[in-house]
C-alpha cells in the first residue's frame, strides 16, 4: 500500500490507525472488526498492528523461555554441586540462581518493552503526521497479503 495509490486520508483514519498501534492488540482487534470496512487504509493499519502485536507474543514466549532455561539450568547445576560436595558455601551458590531471577527477569525485559514502545509510538505519531507507517517485513508481507 502505497502512499501514492491512498487517496487522501480523513483525521478519524489516522486517529484509529495510530489507536490500533499505540493501545495494543486489544485496541488492534476491536478496531479491526469494528472499522476495517471503513476504508483500505484503516484496514491495513489495524491489520498491521494486530501482525506486530502477534510477533510481539512470540518474542515473548522464547525470551520467558530463555529466560527460565537459563535460571532452571542455574539452579540444576547448582543442586547437583551440592549433592556431590555439601558445604553452606554450595548452599550459597544453589540459591544464588533463584535471587538473581528478578534482576535477571528485569534486565531482558526492560529494553524489549522500551524497544516495543518505542516501535508503537513511532507508528501512531507517523500515521497522525498522515505517513501511510509500515512496519518492516510486516508491511510488505501484509501488502501482498490484502493483494490476494
Not at 6 to 33: C, Q, R, Y
Not at 77 to 103: D, H, K, Y
Request: with cysteine; charged share 15%.
Amino acid at each position: 500500500m502505497n502512499t501514492t495509490d491512498t487517496p487522501a486520508i480523513s483525521s478519524d483514519e489516522k486517529l484509529i490507525g495510530a489507536a490500533a498501534h499505540f493501545f495494543g492488540p486489544l485496541a488492534a482487534t476491536i478496531l479491526w472488526v469494528t472499522q476495517k470496512d471503513k476504508s483500505r487504509f484503516v484496514k491495513f493499519q489495524t491489520l498491521q498492528a494486530l501482525a506486530f502485536d502477534l510477533v510481539i507474543v512470540a518474542a515473548t514466549g522464547v525470551l520467558f523461555f530463555c529466560v527460565f532455561g537459563i535460571m532452571f539450568l542455574g539452579m540444576f547445576t547448582s543442586l547437583l554441586a551440592m549433592m556431590r560436595n555439601p558445604s553452606s558455601q554450595n548452599e550459597f551458590l544453589f540459591l544464588l540462581p533463584a535471587t538473581m531471577f528478578p534482576v535477571t527477569i528485569f534486565a531482558c525485559i526492560f529494553p524489549f518493552a522500551f524497544v516495543i514502545t518505542v516501535a508503537r509510538l513511532v507508528a501512531s505519531v507517523s500515521i497522525l503526521g498522515g505517513r501511510n507507517y509500515r512496519y518492516p517485513f510486516i508491511g510488505k508481507w501484509l501488502e501482498k497479503f490484502m493483494e490476494n
